[in-house]
Nanobody, 115 residues
């Protein structure tokens, strides 16, 4: 069992920045991958960014060049630095731990970007 707790969401104006954190209850050193997903009202949950245990990353096209995912294995935490935020980035952001056969989710943190 893995507990994930997101933090760092909030209300920000367009063009602003936020950094989301995902604290885990277990060491993430061996986790194959961790990621951030988001779900806007009336839309499906979508992948925002993902990072593997080797540090490889991939991003949704809509956030490339603006968002950066990173992981701190010593702190068992994954971060999502979000810059140049747009109103379209408004959503609940969820942290995901991909353990291969099992997936774990946090409860999410709300990000609202005003125009």
């Amino acid at each position: 069992q893995v507990q994930l707790v997101e933090s760092g969401g909030g209300l920000v104006q367009a063009g602003g920045s936020l950094r989301l954190s995902c604290a885990t209850s277990r060491s993430i050193f061996s986790f194959p991958a961790m990621g951030w997903y988001r779900q806007a009202p009336g839309k499906q949950r979508e992948l925002v960014a993902r990072i593997t245990s080797r540090g490889s990353t991939n991003y949704a096209d809509s956030v490339k060049g603006r968002f950066t995912i990173s992981r701190d294995n010593a702190e068992n935490t994954v971060y999502l630095q979000m810059n140049m935020l747009k109103p379209d980035d408004t959503a609940v952001y969820y942290c995901n731990a991909d353990l291969g056969l099992l997936n774990y989710w946090g409860r999410g943190t709300q990000v609202t970007v005003s125009s």
